[in-house]
């Protein structure tokens, strides 16, 4: 079994930066699954943020939070991050780090086989 814990998230501020941080674990786990970020805000559905290649050779990003995101792992230590500037009430959601079976990244959360429990952004406006 693979295990992904998030944290990071908290209470911030419009304008404001946090960065978020998703550790994997379990027998299981290889560091050539592609992983992803994605969020779910109250009375929403599951929206896709961000995606990255096992190598980190491609990135994809949603169309709300290109150019503000970023996403990097280190497959050393089992960790994607997610930095998140310029954070507007928006963002505001429960983030879910995700991993496929798989080295290719994609958008599409039934792609993902483990999800972690997720971490709560809150963004003040």
């Known amino acids: ?13 419009a304008g404001g930066s946090l960065r978020l941080s998703c550790a994997a674990s379990g027998r299981t786990f ?5 992983m992803g970020w994605f ?13 990255m290649h096992w ?3 491609s990135t994809y990003y949603g169309d709300s939070v290109k ?3 970023t996403i990097s792992r280190d497959n050393a230590k089992r960790t994607i ?9 928006e963002d505001t959601a429960v983030y879910y780090c995700a991993a496929r079976l798989s080295a290719v990244a994609t958008v599409r959360g039934s792609d993902y086989a483990y999800w972690g429990q997720g971490t709560q952004v809150t963004v003040s406006s």
Not at 2 to 13: A, D, F, H, I, R
Not at 39 to 51: D, I, L, S, Y
Request: hydrophobic letters at 35%; a positive charge; glycine letters at 16%.
């Open 1 to 13: 079994q693979v295990q992904l814990v998030e944290s990071g998230g908290g209470l911030v501020q």
């Open 30 to 34: 290889s560091s050539g699954y592609a």
């Open 39 to 51: 969020r779910q805000a109250p009375g929403k559905e599951r929206e896709f943020v961000a995606t």
């Open 55 to 57: 190598s980190g050779s």
């Open 67 to 69: 150019g503000r995101f």
């Open 81 to 89: 991050y997610l930095q998140m500037n310029s954070l507007n009430a």
